[in-house]
């Protein structure tokens, strides 16, 4: 199985402030198809995940572009370039290219 | 377009239940359709896939789950069930239905809670 590995599980961030997670994955996320099935999905409390970035970096309908997506291969990069009160949540990366599909821990997102 | 689900509750070791999650403003026979679940506290977790008519309606589960949970669908209804035999503790979780585009996870029912517990 690929095991997805995001740091830090905690980010306590300002207001307005950046923020950025880190999802490594322990094979690459290349499929077959020249497609890199890497996702980044949003919880906020007491609500179901939500889908914020697909294939590294394409924003779904409705996302701000606050959030933005890069990476390569098996090191990703989710950034919030200015975190907002609705922000607060847990953020989880995600790969498809595989079977069984995973996710990572999860991490926090908390306003100081 | 939203996915409403139904079904969970308590159930003992052993025992069986089964979800159910209605589509309304598409229909569910074009897309594949995974099941997801997060134990209390927990991250999420994949449980398995049912993938389009196209495909005939052709399943993938996760090893925990394989040969005691078992995905349908009811074209009639426009409803995606999953069916779970031989529950054990550790299935204990909230379920999600997803719609699935392009292999990304586009679309959550509300998800149903499942406690496993004598």
């Known amino acids: 199985d690929i095991v997805m590995t995001q740091t830090p599980l905690s980010s306590p961030v300002t207001l307005g402030q950046p923020a950025s997670i880190s999802c490594r994955s322990s094979?690459?996320?290349?499929?077959?198809?020249?497609?890199?099935?890497l996702s980044w999905l949003q919880q906020r409390p007491g609500q179901p995940p939500r889908l914020l970035i697909y294939k590294i970096s394409n924003r779904f309908s409705g996302v701000p572009d606050r959030f933005s997506g890069s990476g390569a291969g098996t090191d990703f990069t989710l950034k919030i370039s200015g975190v907002e009160a609705e922000d607060v949540g847990v953020y989880y990366c995600m790969q498809a290219t595989q079977f069984p599909l995973t996710f990572g821990q999860g991490t926090q997102v908390e306003i100081k | 377009v939203q996915l409403v689900q139904s079904g969970g509750g308590l159930v003992q070791p052993g025992g069986s239940l089964r979800l159910s999650c209605a589509a309304s403003?598409?229909?569910?026979?074009?897309?594949?359709m995974d099941w997801a679940r997060q134990a209390p506290g927990k991250g999420l977790e994949w449980v398995g896939r049912?993938?389009?008519?196209?495909?005939?309606?052709?399943?993938e589960y996760a090893a925990s789950v394989k040969g005691r949970f078992s995905i349908s669908r009811d074209e009639s209804k426009n409803s995606l069930d999953l069916q779970m035999n031989s529950l054990k503790t550790e299935d204990t979780a909230v379920y999600y239905c997803v719609r699935v585009y392009g292999r990304a996870f586009e679309i959550w029912g509300q998800g149903t809670m499942v406690t496993v517990s004598s």
């Open positions: 049912s993938r389009n008519k196209a495909n005939s309606y052709s399943t």
């Open positions: 403003g598409f229909s569910l026979s074009d897309h594949f």
């Open positions: 094979q690459s996320l290349v499929h077959s198809d020249g497609n890199t099935y």
